[in-house]
């Protein structure tokens, strides 16, 4: 069983990129070396698609393996852009599992500069943090692309964390992934220029889509990339000289991706590579855990 106290401990090695996830007992633990696959099976995804599960369309693969426990409990919302789900500081009162929509974690400082630090597809949920700590997080939700999300209150998703050792597996398993996309955002923030941090978060967004049509307007631009509006309209135009991307308003067309992966920073390959381990293992823990 998943440990009773809740603890995980992480070990990011960026020696072979991958994330180890541990928990206080053995469960996981055991899981990983009895079946070594679930880390090593992922191939290396240089301009590759991601597993079916990402296609807007399809159900949401966490919620998939946690819906059975939650007796009722989820309901259906439609969200739309600019939609703010929580406010950083508070509790979010529903946790939200995006079953079409995106939804972005975005961190502000006190003068008001926003920076992205990761997004919510269906792969996973938006408001973890009050499920596995008291701390409040200082990161908003917002609404990045609209669509559909299932959504569950908090207290019947702390019961079912509480009494489930399937749903403590999953669910910490996804906090780890979670952790691991929001530090790399933080080395790529720190460490590459802004033009090829703009091609991460195009090719990101790309990925959870599964089309080249990426409904984004400037405004989201530049909090993706952690830049001011007339920044961002710079940065874009070169990318839109080079032939990479078409701009409109409230569209960004990706001309070639191939051309557009290999000027974006590794950061968009490294955090491919932890989606896809978390997807395997989530599918592996609801086939081992019954």
């Given at each position: 069983?998943?440990?009773?106290?809740?603890?995980?401990?992480?070990?990011?090695?960026?020696?072979?990129?991958?994330?180890?996830?541990?928990?206080?007992?053995?469960?996981?633990?055991?899981?990983?070396?009895?079946?070594?696959?679930?880390?090593?099976?992922?191939?290396?995804?240089?301009?590759?698609?991601?597993?079916?599960?990402?296609?807007?369309?399809?159900?949401?693969?966490?919620?998939?393996?946690?819906?059975?426990?939650?007796?009722?409990?989820?309901s259906t919302v439609e969200l739309r852009v600019g939609d703010?789900?929580?406010?950083?500081?508070?509790?979010?009162?529903?946790?939200?599992?995006?079953?079409?929509?995106?939804?972005?974690?975005?961190?502000?400082?006190?003068?008001?500069?926003?920076?992205?630090l990761a997004i919510v597809g269906n792969e996973g949920m938006?408001?973890?943090?009050?499920?596995?700590?008291?701390?409040?997080?200082?990161?908003?939700?917002?609404?990045?692309?609209?669509?559909?999300?299932?959504?569950?209150?908090?207290?019947?998703?702390?019961?079912?964390?509480?009494?489930?050792?399937?749903?403590?597996?999953?669910?910490?398993?996804?906090?780890?992934?979670?952790?691991?996309?929001?530090?790399?955002?933080?080395?790529?923030?720190?460490?590459?220029?802004?033009?090829?941090?703009?091609?991460?978060?195009?090719?990101?967004?790309?990925?959870?889509?599964?089309?080249?049509?990426?409904?984004?307007?400037?405004?989201?631009?530049?909090?993706?990339?952690?830049?001011?509006?007339?920044?961002?309209?710079?940065?874009?135009?070169?990318?839109?000289?080079?032939?990479?991307?078409?701009?409109?308003?409230?569209?960004?067309?990706?001309?070639?991706?191939?051309?557009?992966?290999?000027?974006?920073?590794?950061?968009?390959?490294?955090?491919?590579?932890?989606?896809?381990?978390?997807?395997?293992?989530?599918?592996?823990?609801?086939?081992?855990?019954?």
């Amino acid at each position: 069983m998943c440990s009773e106290r809740r603890r995980i401990a992480y070990h990011l090695s960026y020696h072979n990129n991958l994330v180890f996830i541990a928990q206080s007992n053995t469960n996981l633990c055991q899981l990983a070396v009895n079946h070594p696959d679930i880390w090593t099976s992922a191939s290396v995804l240089h301009g590759r698609a991601l597993p079916s599960c990402m296609a807007p369309s399809q159900t949401n693969l966490l919620l998939s393996v946690l819906a059975s426990e939650l007796d009722g409990a989820v309901s259906t919302v439609e969200l739309r852009v600019g939609d703010l789900l929580s406010i950083g500081g508070s509790n979010p009162s529903h946790a939200y599992f995006p079953a079409g929509a995106l939804i972005s974690l975005v961190g502000q400082s006190r003068d008001g500069h926003r920076i992205e630090l990761a997004i919510v597809g269906n792969e996973g949920m938006a408001g973890m943090v009050p499920i596995v700590s008291d701390i409040r997080p200082n990161w908003d939700l917002d609404v990045q692309v609209r669509g559909s999300a299932n959504r569950v209150a908090f207290p019947a998703l702390q019961r079912l964390f509480d009494n489930s050792a399937k749903a403590r597996c999953v669910l910490l398993a996804y906090w780890a992934y979670l952790m691991a996309q929001t530090g790399q955002s933080c080395i790529c923030h720190a460490s590459h220029p802004a033009e090829t941090r703009l091609a991460r978060w195009l090719l990101t967004i790309r990925d959870r889509l599964q089309q080249d049509s990426l409904p984004l307007t400037h405004e989201s631009l530049s909090d993706m990339v952690g830049v001011r509006r007339p920044t961002l309209s710079t940065i874009a135009g070169k990318l839109q000289k080079s032939g990479l991307i078409t701009l409109s308003r409230t569209r960004i067309q990706i001309n070639d991706h191939e051309a557009l992966t290999r000027f974006a920073c590794e950061c968009h390959q490294l955090t491919k590579r932890y989606l896809e381990r978390y997807i395997t293992l989530v599918r592996r823990t609801d086939r081992s855990l019954v």
